[in-house]
Each structure stands twice: as structure tokens, then as C-alpha cells.
């Protein structure tokens, strides 16, 4: 049964929130100050937060540089996610992915058809895993932030969490870049 482990210590992570837009700035970001306050009220650390344009370059520079930093575990970020020309976050990011999180999108989604019906299409939401680092991509609204904090990354970003969470394998989320990547001509044949 899913639940928090009250004898498992809590682990706060370095959580960093980038807006994508053409038109916030920090006094009126909304949907950056929903996630800032949700996971420093979880007792997460705000790494960072920055504000960059509906700009693939400006987008992934940003990701990469946080994705490098030690001290950020994970990346949230909100906007551009919809189908407009200006809509690119996902287009900067999947490249990036070294691991898609396909089910984040499928249970993200469900959960916002039970608040606004099939206008749920209209988001791509995506996560992923950067340099050991998880990216999750919102929408631009506070609803939908609220929605995915509370009802996803709440949980999974929480050590107490059972009966799994991430926090717990991201020790492990680089090993493939540790042992280097294996060709399949190179591997042992089966049952060697």
C-alpha cells in the first residue's frame, strides 16, 4: 500500500524552477512561486529559479547548467509545454533525456482530466533524466503545477515514500555513464 515510512528520515533535495515565457518576470510568475512554495513547505531546498524566454537554445543552457551543478537534484519547469509556435519546451528538453519518464506524462495527464476534461490534451507534459538529474516539464499554469506537485512529485520526491520513490535511486541514476555504454557485439552471448 502506498504511504509514507514514518521511520525513514526525510531527505531534502535541491529542487531549481525555470519559467519558460516570452512575458513573466519574477513579480508576476504565478506558477513558479506555486512550485517554490510547495516544495520548500515539503522541506526541500530551492536550489535556484530563473525566468528564460520560449528559446530551445536558452531553455536547454539553462537545464544543462543546473543538470551540472551538484547542489540541484532536480529541475522543475513550467511553460511553453502547449502547441504554439512559441511552445518549445519539450522540443529543448526530450533531446537531453538520457531516460524518458513516460508514466509521469500518462499519470499527470490523468489526474488533470479529472479537473478540466479532455482540455488536458493541450499540455506535453515530459520528464526525464538529465546527467543524473530529474527534469519534470509543466505547463505554465499554477493549476497545472499545483496538480503535478501534489499529485506526483509530492509523493516521489520524498525518501518516506513507499512503496518506491526516485529519491532513493538516484544514487544509481548515473551507472550507465560510470561503466561507459555497451554494444551489443560487445556484450557476453547469452547464457555465457
Known amino acids: 500500500m502506498a504511504g509514507l515510512d514514518q521511520a525513514r528520515a526525510f531527505v531534502p533535495l535541491g529542487i531549481a524552477v525555470l519559467t519558460v515565457s516570452d512575458t513573466r518576470t519574477l513579480a508576476d ?27 530551445v537554445e536558452a531553455i536547454r543552457v539553462q537545464v544543462r547548467e543546473w543538470a551540472a551543478d551538484p547542489a540541484v537534484d532536480v529541475v522543475i519547469t513550467t511553460g511553453g509545454t ?4 512559441r511552445d518549445v519546451t519539450p522540443e529543448a528538453l526530450e533531446p ?3 531516460k524518458r519518464m513516460d508514466g509521469f506524462s500518462a499519470i499527470f495527464h490523468r489526474i488533470s482530466y479529472d479537473k478540466i476534461g479532455t482540455s488536458t490534451l493541450q499540455s506535453r507534459a515530459t520528464a526525464g533524466v538529465v546527467k543524473a538529474t530529474y527534469v519534470f516539464v509543466l505547463p505554465g499554469s499554477p493549476g497545472a503545477c ?5 499529485g506526483i512529485l509530492a ?11 526516485f529519491v532513493e535511486i538516484m544514487p544509481r541514476l548515473d551507472e550507465h555513464l560510470k561503466r561507459g555504454s555497451i554494444s551489443r557485439a560487445a556484450a ?4 555465457a
Request: aromatic share 8%; net charge negative.
Open 29 to 55: 510568475d504565478r506558477s513558479g512561486d506555486t512550485l517554490a512554495e510547495r516544495l520548500t513547505q515539503a522541506g526541500h531546498r530551492l536550489a535556484a529559479r530563473a525566468i528564460v524566454p520560449d528559446d
Open 82 to 85: 502547449g502547441f504554439t509556435g
Open 96 to 98: 537531453l533525456f538520457e
Open 146 to 150: 499545483r496538480d503535478a506537485w501534489d
Open 155 to 165: 509523493a516521489q520526491l520524498d525518501y518516506r515514500h513507499r512503496p518506491c520513490n
Open 188 to 191: 557476453p552471448p547469452a547464457g
